[in-house]
């Protein structure tokens, strides 16, 4: 394999922007349980709120998982503080789907292990859908534990 990750080039911003955008609110809809408008409207709200210059924030790095020029995904990762410390945040880490099965979301989480440790940082964390089973499998390969879960019922 000759994957590697290299960072987002300005041309391809508005493209990820909206692919990201619309992978969280897939993500939203389908593993949070939230309905389509609701979940759109959600991530339309965050997008606007992290992303608000319509660029790449500062101390931000979004990156392209790369295979033979080719992209097949995308891991975006920023310092935050997280329970008293500094952490690198993992907001996205996507594999298109024809690329699923071939250790790219563990390369690019490794990756992301590597960055945070670039940076000084001593740990890294992020948010999953409790549905998304196949995600969470990775990352407790990987010996990322859960923290805390969040639970609702439908009445």
């Known amino acids: 394999m000759t994957a590697h990750l290299r960072p987002l ?3 391809e911003f508005e493209a990820w922007l909206a692919s990201s ?4 609110a897939a993500s939203i809809e389908h593993d949070g349980g939230i309905p389509r408008d ?8 965050d997008f606007a709120q992290i992303v608000p210059d319509g660029k790449v924030p500062e101390g931000h790095g979004v990156f392209v998982v790369d295979d033979d020029g080719e992209a097949f995904g995308r891991l975006w990762v920023a310092e935050r ?3 008293g410390e500094r952490v690198l945040f993992v907001y996205e880490v996507a594999v298109d789907e024809a690329a699923r099965g071939r250790g790219l979301g563990r390369l690019a989480m490794k990756f992301a292990e590597e960055e945070a440790r670039r940076r000084g940082l001593a ?4 948010n999953v859908f409790g549905g998304n089973d196949v995600a969470r ?7 990322y534990r859960e923290v805390a879960v969040w639970m609702a019922k439908q009445l």
């Open 81 to 83: 503080e997280a329970d």
């Open 123 to 126: 740990r890294v964390a992020l």
């Open 9 to 11: 080039r300005d041309d």
């Open 21 to 24: 955008k619309a992978g969280y």
């Open 137 to 143: 499998g990775l990352y407790r390969s990987l010996g």
């Open 38 to 45: 609701v979940a759109e409207a959600k991530a339309e709200a």
